[in-house]
């Protein structure tokens, strides 16, 4: 079904130009080479990659934040670019984004409830009262209390403000929510009840991921399609089972077998070899 | 002799609601050549420790210890001229946050020049060669180019190679690495690691990590210590702490690792009903 | 669990400046500063009502009188009198008024068009950013002195032509400061999250960024506070500046400068005016630095 595609890329090419000085010559840096997608409303899209292919410039682009280079995407249906044309309060409010620090994220100046109204104070008419009320509920939602409202972001834990951030993101109503790897500041048992709480907002909101992530053990567990990157190309698209499986690219199986394991008998191998 | 040695380590902050104790009586060493894996959750003063060990403690940071030395020399009666020659050439960190530890005004070539310049006798082109030796190491693509770009200019990892080169730059004898892999994927990561590690046994460097990836452990450390709260819950060598974990908490690290999910929800460390007393 | 605030920080913006002052309190020097200056601004308000004479008013039977406590001194002019016997107490008193003035305009001037230029170079980059940067280092490249003097050369010489100079002579500091940090906080993902839920460039230069690059901006402003009063002064006497009768203290070493061996209490009394209130600044401006310090504000 047609309508069930969210957002559709096609071709994507983001390049940065650097110059060195004033008068030195210009640099041109492919960043994306013509990236070809699309996302299933309500379903997860896992994007893993070398550090450096692309996958946080993929991530600007789609949130709208940078315009690509050439290429087209298509938010349901629609042709967007943002180099020629205005965004609408509306196009803007349907992609969200979670970064992956949740220490440089949160504005230090902001207090918790201001992070939550700000973005509603820009792209809708809502009363303060409203937005307030609607603040709050988020608040309530990730996990956190009607007393965080007017707190400080440095009195918070890294776990926290990490739920602090996808409030934020949430509290738009997007339907696609990009997450440029939002678990891999956080120790394992908060990254454990992150990772569950955005289970849990997907099923309730129907909300559609974009998953950035280097940690495959966590693509494993959260991802319904995967995509692998290399120097700004896609080289492996397809189904988490087929991925995982069955991967056919070069640079799929290097990852694989970089992955660090932490089961006993592999241990006992490396301490034997150094031995 | 061990290279480091932290006998009851204590660190307190003042706050506006007063004392705060962020780390509460922790004793461990690090001999040459040895890899000590500190792992606990976060705000659990791992890194203030080591911040304590580097002389870095904020200004509302007050310590104790009964002992901190670095190779017989005490680290707390030290003059500041002879820490200053120590800290940065013999120990040196990688610190946790890769972006803010660079400086956005400069580019990244100038900044490891800097260090060298600091820290060697090398020449204005020695240094230049070094430096592109040294991102060649820690995996940069195109390094030439690399030390010509500003720090916003690169990847989240891109940054936090640099960061790492610049901590290998002197052969340090004592690596502190604060969270050294987060913003990398596992290709890279391995890298890291495996160049860490080389160095380590080639010069006997001391390396202590940081880390709450309990995979990356696995794979390096020789021993490790589990902190929880500003306290140390258990220290074992690798293989004895993943057979049989003692700690509850340490038990419970282990089990919220992804692979080991049951059914559709991750457990985590508030499942297992830890209290202080649990803990202690 | 790791899900529970640690320690939880000041609440309300009242409670950050109680947090700020206990930091402030412990350092002695900068209070001691801070309570000079609180004296000479309370001096300079009620000028009018403090000073026992005018300070322009000319006494001719007291011409180069010694200050009370020495020989030949008189009681009615406690500090002495100058060579056309004005009451050295009251120029003195008044002069605070010139200084605090010079202080505040120049800082507000200097303050307001350096972080604006700043903001803009540091969030626009490419060639906007190098054209302001390439000016500023111009500026930085004369001795700071000479150019005010050139500047006031041009302008003609006036109280109000100096403070302009001086103005000029110090934003670049502001500039560079401001460029800086914006460009440190700019590269944060918190600016980033702003420009996705639609913050407009504005609002983001002003109302994001800004705020938290004050803490540096605020200790070069005491500093700069200090400079421009010296600056002021040096102009003074130099005869660029304030304008006789007015008593600005520069101007008042400089028309005292033939009688220095002759009545040296006309050269030392505005000579430790400036100098005691340069000091007090700067140790305010220190005090500042290290209670602003961001290190103690994490928590
Ligand atoms: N503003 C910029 N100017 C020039 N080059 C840039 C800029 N931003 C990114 N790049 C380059 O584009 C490439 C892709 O960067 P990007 O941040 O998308 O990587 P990434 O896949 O997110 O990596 P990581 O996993 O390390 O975060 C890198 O080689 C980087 O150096
Ligand atoms: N300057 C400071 N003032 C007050 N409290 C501080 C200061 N620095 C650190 N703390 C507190 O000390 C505790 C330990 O912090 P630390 O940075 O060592 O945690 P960590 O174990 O490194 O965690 P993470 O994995 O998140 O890096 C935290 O609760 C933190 O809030
Ligand atoms: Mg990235
Ligand atoms: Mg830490």
Not at chain 1, 112 to 137: C, F, H, Q, W, Y
Not at chain 1, 227 to 256: C, I, K, S
Not at chain 3, 234 to 261: D, H, K, N, V, Y
Request: with cysteine; hydrophobic share 45%; net charge negative.
């Amino acid at each position: 079904m047609a309508d069930d595609i969210i957002l559709e890329a096609r071709n994507l090419v983001r390049e940065y130009r650097t110059k060195e000085g004033i008068f030195g010559k210009e640099h041109v840096n492919r960043a994306l080479k013509g990236i070809s997608f699309s996302l299933e409303r309500g379903k997860t899209l896992a994007v893993v990659g070398e550090s450096g292919c692309g996958k946080s410039t993929l991530a600007r682009i789609l949130t709208l934040i940078d315009p690509a280079t050439s290429g087209e995407l298509l938010i349901e249906g629609n042709p967007i670019d943002i180099s020629k044309e205005k965004l609408s309060k509306d196009m803007r409010s349907k992609v969200q984004i979670v970064f992956q620090n949740p220490y440089g994220s949160l504005n230090p100046r902001q207090r918790v409830g201001d992070v939550l109204t700000e973005p509603l104070m820009i792209n809708t008419t809502m009363s303060p009262a409203e937005r307030r009320d609607k603040a709050m509920e988020m608040l309530v939602k990730v996990g956190l209390g009607p007393e965080h409202f007017n707190r400080y972001p440095h009195m918070f834990s890294g776990g926290q403000r990490q739920r602090i951030a996808i409030g934020r993101a949430l509290v738009l109503n997007p339907s696609l929510l990009i997450l440029d790897e939002p678990v891999s500041a956080l120790d394992l048992s908060v990254q454990a009840q992150i990772l569950n709480l955005l289970a849990d907002l997907q099923d309730e909101f129907n909300l559609t991921y974009l998953f950035i992530s280097h940690d495959l053990s966590v693509v494993r567990y959260i991802a319904d399609k995967v995509m692998v990157m290399y120097f700004g190309e896609v080289v492996e698209y397809g189904t988490r089972d087929e991925v995982f499986g069955n991967p056919q690219h070069e640079y799929t199986q290097t990852l694989f077998n970089a992955t660090p394991q932490a089961d006993i008998a592999h241990i006992k191998a490396r301490l034997a070899a150094s031995n | 002799m061990a290279l480091l040695e932290i006998e009851n380590l204590t660190v307190e902050f003042d706050t506006v609601d007063g004392r705060f104790r962020a780390l509460d009586g922790v004793s461990y060493s690090v001999d040459p050549g040895e890899v000590l894996a500190v792992v606990g959750e976060s705000g659990s003063g791992k890194s203030v420790a080591m911040l304590a060990v580097m002389g870095l403690l904020a200004n509302n940071g007050h310590l104790w210890a009964d002992k901190l030395e670095f190779e017989g020399y005490d680290l707390l009666t030290m003059s500041a001229k002879k820490r200053r020659e120590i800290i940065g050439k013999d120990i040196s960190m990688i610190f946790q946050e890769p972006i803010a530890s660079l400086n956005p005004c400069f580019t990244v070539g100038a900044q490891i020049d800097e260090t060298l310049k600091e820290h060697t006798k090398m020449s204005r082109g020695e240094r230049k060669t070094r430096a592109i030796e040294l991102l060649d190491s820690v995996g940069m693509p195109e390094s030439a180019k690399a030390l010509k770009k500003y720090p916003h200019q690169m990847s989240g990892g891109q940054c936090q190679r640099v960061m790492i080169a610049m901590a290998i730059a002197c052969k340090p004898k004592l690596l502190i690495a604060d969270e050294p892999t987060t913003a990398l994927d596992v290709t890279i990561q391995k890298q890291i690691l495996d160049l860490l590690l080389d160095l380590q046994h080639e010069s006997g460097m001391g390396l202590i990590m940081i880390t709450h990836d309990m995979a990356v452990v696995a794979e390096t450390a020789d021993r490790v210590v589990v902190q929880y709260k500003g306290k140390k819950m258990e220290e074992a060598d690798v293989l004895s702490l993943f057979e049989s974990p003692k700690n509850p908490y340490t038990k419970a690290l282990l089990s919220a690792l992804p692979e080991n999910a049951t059914g559709d929800r991750l457990p985590t460390v508030s499942d297992f009903h830890l209290g202080d007393e649990g803990a202690a | 669990m790791a899900d529970v605030t640690q320690n939880s920080g000041p609440d309300t913006r009242f409670e950050l400046i109680v947090n700020f002052w206990r930091h402030f309190r412990t350092n002695k020097g900068a209070v001691a500063g801070l309570i000079f200056f609180l004296t000479l601004v309370v001096i300079a308000l009620g000028a009018a009502f403090i000073a026992p004479h005018s300070p322009i008013e000319q006494y001719r039977d007291a011409l180069l009188l010694p200050p009370a406590w020495q020989e030949g001194g008189s009681w009615s002019y406690v500090l002495g009198t100058d060579a056309v016997g004005r009451d050295l107490l009251s120029r003195l008193i008044y002069g605070s008024q010139f200084s605090l003035f010079i202080g505040v305009v120049v800082v507000s001037v200097a303050l307001v068009v350096g972080v604006c230029l700043g903001l803009v170079a540091g969030t626009f980059g490419g060639w906007v950013d190098t054209i302001i940067m390439r000016v500023m280092d111009i500026i930085l490249a004369f001795p700071s002195l000479l150019l005010a003097l050139v500047l006031v050369a041009i302008l003609g010489p006036s109280l109000l032509n100096a403070m302009i100079a001086i103005a000029i002579v110090q934003q670049p500091y502001y500039v560079r400061l401001t460029r800086a940090s914006v460009m440190s906080e700019m590269s944060r993902e918190y600016v980033m999250a702003a420009r996705v839920s639609g913050v407009g460039t504005l609002r983001l230069m002003f109302v994001t960024v800004l705020p938290n690059c004050m803490a540096p901006l605020i200790v070069q402003a005491a500093l700069s506070f200090s400079t421009a009063i010296l600056d002021a002064a040096a102009l003074g006497f130099l005869g660029m500046g304030a304008q006789p009768p007015q008593p600005e203290w520069g101007t008042m070493l400089a028309e005292s400068r033939e009688f220095i061996l002759r009545a040296p209490w006309v050269v030392t009394f505005p000579g430790v005016a400036i100098l005691s209130t340069v000091l007090a600044i700067n140790l305010i401006g220190d005090g500042l630095r290290d209670a602003l310090d961001p290190k103690l504000k994490r928590s």
